[in-house]
């Protein structure tokens, strides 16, 4: 079932599969076992391969690469594209250059969030839209039938169908059908991501070129041999990395070009388990989690309120991101706690205590990194400022904590003593 319903919520159900392999599985198996392989946005991909602690400080103090062909990728091209591409979106298409990349929403008339997105503009009326591999059937859906105008467009006056004025091509590069067309995503993260990629490339200013590169800015080249969209962008906080957009029969040797290159520097590959760590020290919002999920989170709540242009004359779903951004009352914070030995790790769902014993929101995604353990925690504004103390109380994990009175959930308001203080941080952080 899929469509628009009349008060412009999209609906859609995706049909039950059997998580696949990635392109890159059998490379996987050749460093790690099937025990440690996990189903995810229906793929099986790798949980770990050393330790997600070494995975994740290789990434801090030398570069991680990690296995991102899961990830949607489609194409958008012809002379409607940018005027689909800044109905259908929520920044400003119009303002990005051939070359330059942006971090956009799509949503649905009524405001939900379908998805966050990248939107590349590779040449004048040509453009690269990267999604999450969780929400890529429910995109490539909306769209299409976006396209088609078949759905509601806006609720009040109810608007229903939107047709650029010139002819968009929209095609799914990973479908086999775009052959010598077709893209994955690999990401090489960390400062020696650079030097690395220099070693695959007999072009002698690549390095200048690589360390050049704005973020959010690309480029394509070859690289041994392999035609390369080469991106400055990434999801770990490293102020050195990049995503790397390859041919799908192309990747499984640009994997192991990267890690044999990157081995004397201290290169690792990299499992879902240190993506999940790093971006969470870095604060970086994930879709489900920080994004939309249970509490229905909208881009100003996740601190992402400026990739959401409101003085676009139109956007799908503006009318109620305008109302949110008004009246939110609620967004996301970066918590720093202690993991010193014995002390017990912060969950999701565990309430924040601010300093009068009131539970002011919850802990949404954890992890430790070195001595710390960080939270993303979704609090009340008026909790959330930089240096306030914060505590948080352990939710029962047993039957047993239970029949010992630790409570199982906790509402906005209830009354309850802290079992560890924290601080409120930076909400992002580089490294």
Not at 346 to 364: A, E, N, S, T
């Amino acid at each position: 079932m899929q469509g628009s319903t009349p008060s412009g919520q999209f609906v859609f159900e995706p049909a039950a599969t059997e998580p696949v392999p990635s392109v890159l599985y059998d490379e996987h198996l050749k460093r790690t076992s099937k025990s440690r392989m996990s189903p995810f946005a229906g793929y099986v991909m790798p949980l770990w391969y050393s330790s997600i602690a070494a995975e994740h400080q290789a990434v801090r103090e030398a570069a991680g690469l990690f296995d991102c062909t899961h990830m949607g990728v489609l194409e958008f091209s012809g002379g409607g594209a940018a005027e689909f591409l800044y109905a259908a979106t929520t920044n400003d298409v119009q303002k990005l250059a051939v070359g330059r990349a942006q971090y956009s929403y799509l949503l649905d008339a009524a405001g939900n969030i379908l998805d966050d997105i990248i939107v590349y503009r590779r040449a004048e009326t040509l453009y690269m839209v990267v999604v999450n591999a969780a929400n890529e059937p429910k995109v490539k859906a909306y769209l299409t039938e976006l396209l088609a105008g078949r759905v509601v467009i806006e609720v009040e006056p109810q608007r229903t169908g939107f047709r650029p004025s010139e002819p968009c091509i929209f095609r799914d590069m990973r479908d086999t059908a775009a052959e010598a067309d077709c893209r994955v995503d690999i990401a090489l993260q960390g400062p020696a991501s650079i030097d690395v990629l220099a070693k695959l490339s007999t072009d002698g200013s690549i390095a200048e070129k690589l360390s050049g590169l704005k973020g959010f800015a690309f480029f394509e080249q070859e690289l041994s041999g392999i035609d390369c969209l080469i991106c400055r962008t990434g999801y770990t906080g490293s102020k050195v990395g990049f995503e790397l957009f390859v041919h799908p029969d192309q990747a499984p040797r640009l994997w192991n070009l990267i890690l044999e290159a990157g081995e004397p520097l201290g290169v690792l590959p990299c499992g879902l388990g240190a993506r999940d760590s790093l971006r969470i020290e870095a604060g970086l919002p994930l879709y489900g989690h920080e994004l939309d999920g249970p509490f229905g989170i909208s881009p100003f709540e996740a601190g992402y309120g400026w990739a959401v242009k409101l003085d676009k004359a139109f956007f799908v779903g503006k009318a109620p991101m305008a109302k949110i951004a008004q009246t939110y009352d609620m967004q996301v914070a970066r918590l720093a706690f202690s993991a010193m030995k014995g002390i017990r790790p912060v969950r999701p769902d565990d309430p924040i205590i601010d300093g009068c014993g009131v539970c002011v929101g919850w802990v949404l995604s954890s992890a430790k990194a070195d001595e710390k353990q960080y939270a993303l925690a979704y609090v009340s504004r008026n909790a959330a400022t930089e240096g306030n103390a914060l505590g948080t109380y352990y939710l029962a994990r047993s039957p047993s904590q239970v029949q010992q009175g630790r409570a199982e959930r906790m509402d906005r308001g209830q009354q309850a003593q802290a079992d560890l203080t924290g601080i409120v941080v930076g909400r992002f952080e580089k490294f």
